[in-house]
């Protein structure tokens, strides 16, 4: 059983990167192909839009579920991949905010302050964004050995702040079909419950799970 | 551009090649930013008057006025009624006339619009969402349906209904909206010159069925939830009936409509709109730009409170 559980851990210890590189990196150039070619119907700024915060919304989850799956499994070096997922969710995020800004507001910082102000679901989700910004700027390891591993720890916990803000924004940006953001809701409620119901006891920790 | 006879339209406005020319010039340079190029904010905005024809009306692509709508009834993403209502079968179509009429009863297609003379007008329709089109609607001025059914002078509303059949809208099996969909307007409102009952578009006779075939409303000064789709009642009355948006969320939708600029609704700012194949918004026109037409019609009333 245990030489099993080894084996399966060695294989997905060694394709865990390279699989979520690929995630990473095919989706951007498949959305700018898709822009290019005019595949993305009659108004792309509203789709890339939308495509960009859901692929954010995506990452941050799956960050969200790195800590409970290294709970389940006990395998420690996942805590790199939870780093490595939440910095492609800051670059999503990143990109998502550019097109708000460059493509759909065209610089009308005007119109943008008031929308940043005025209606609370783009509040949110700028406090999404803006949360992450310190986050991904620490996320090196030279970070975490200078701020030490639990003021580290303090800081990064800002990101359950920016996913709930997130899912807000996503569920007050719907019209009225709230089914797909109450789905990704969801799932972030259930991963944030996991953290609350299971705590880690001294003996099951596996080690500081730091970074 | 108000009013269009069929004959004042340029063929080349009615061909949307040129314009998809345009929205191609558009991906590239939107790709190209996306992409993070270097590209000097005054040299886009350049881009943006010079290339895409900030305020005239060009007519939208039949291609995206047939392929991006809300029709709740054949699902909520835009791209979906297109595929979903392409089996849909309009014909043989009843409209239940009722209420405060000399004669309730059942009219057929023909009987409704049939020998009423058809006009060709091309209007600007804006969403509640702050996107809009330029659509070239072909119809019957809804007044002279209602001349036809005769309504009593004690009628002050008619509401229209949309087909309830979840058999045939796939739409209508899940509760998002409180089906079927319910519309109304004012008796001046329906009267009014620019109300239209669209029954085709493009310079055809039948209405797509995405787009609402066969019977369909058009108020170009109202936000586009107003323009109820594939109609099968008309009822006359002197209380105000109650419409769907208005009921599903009374906060965000009233009974108007009305497009203003100046009121906003609760979640984003109506001050602005893109128009479908351009890049920069333009600045939304009070009642869509047809304040001559209607704005009588609202003189004294309050539009902060009645939006």
């Keep these: 059983m245990s030489q099993e559980t080894s084996s399966a851990e060695r294989h997905v210890r060694r394709f865990i990167r390279p699989a979520l590189w690929a995630l990473v990196l095919v989706p951007a150039p498949l959305l700018i192909a898709q822009l290019l070619l005019d595949q993305l119907g009659a108004d792309p700024i509203d789709k890339l839009e939308r495509l960009t915060g859901e692929w954010a919304l995506r990452f941050l989850i799956a960050s969200l579920a790195v800590t409970p799956l290294m709970r389940l499994t006990g395998w420690g070096w996942l805590v790199a991949q939870r780093r490595f997922l939440g910095l492609a969710a800051f670059f999503w995020a990143f990109g998502h905010l550019s097109v708000y800004t460059v493509l759909d507001w065209f610089f009308d910082w005007q119109e943008i302050l008031k929308d940043v102000t005025k209606h609370l679901y783009i509040t949110l989700g700028m406090l999404a964004f803006v949360i992450m910004v310190p986050l991904a700027l620490t996320s090196t390891k030279a970070s975490i050995r200078k701020l030490g591993g639990v003021r580290w720890n303090k800081l990064h916990a800002l990101v359950y702040v920016s996913v709930i803000a997130a899912c807000l924004h996503f569920v007050w940006a719907v019209k009225q079909d709230i089914t797909e953001p109450m789905i990704y809701g969801g799932i972030a409620a259930l991963l944030l419950a996991f953290r609350v119901v299971w705590r880690p006891t001294p003996r099951a920790s596996i080690r500081p799970p730091v970074g | ?307």
């Design chain 2, 1 to 307: 551009m108000l009013i269009r006879r069929p004959d004042d339209i340029p063929s080349s406005e009615i061909t949307p090649e040129s314009i998809y020319q345009n929205r191609r010039q558009f991906m590239g340079a939107a790709g190209a930013l996306a992409l993070g190029t270097v590209l000097s904010p005054a040299a886009l905005q350049a881009l943006g008057r010079t290339g895409m024809g900030m305020q005239d009306d060009k007519v939208t692509p039949e291609e995206d006025v047939t392929s991006y709508n809300n029709f709740y009834e054949f699902g909520t993403d835009k791209e979906e009624p297109k595929e979903l209502a392409k089996d849909f079968k309009p014909m043989p179509w009843t409209v239940q006339v009722e209420g405060l009429v000399k004669k309730p009863r059942p009219y057929s297609y023909d009987e409704l619009v049939g020998k009423l003379s058809v006009v060709d007008r091309t209007y600007r329709m804006r969403c509640v969402e702050a996107w809009s089109m330029v659509i070239p609607w072909r119809g019957v001025m809804l007044r002279d349906v209602i001349n036809r059914v005769e309504p009593l002078p004690s009628a002050k509303f008619v509401e229209f209904t949309t087909l309830f059949d979840p058999r045939r809208m796939p739409g209508q099996r899940s509760p998002v909206l409180p089906w079927p969909y319910k519309e109304a307007l004012r008796m001046d409102e329906a009267m009014n010159s620019l109300t239209l009952l669209a029954t085709g578009m493009y310079g055809k006779s039948q209405l797509p069925n995405q787009n609402g075939a066969p019977l369909r409303l058009v108020t170009p000064w109202k936000y586009g939830f107003k323009g109820i789709k594939s109609i099968v009642k008309l009822r006359f009355t002197d209380k105000m009936p109650n419409t769907t948006w208005a009921d599903a969320n009374p906060s965000e939708y009233g009974f108007y409509a009305n497009v203003n600029p100046q009121v906003d609704h609760p979640r984003w700012s109506q001050a602005k709109e893109r128009r479908i194949g351009e890049f920069i918004r333009r600045p939304t026109l009070m009642f869509n730009g047809y304040a001559e037409q209607v704005a009588s019609m609202y003189s004294g009333m309050d539009l902060r409170r009645n939006y």
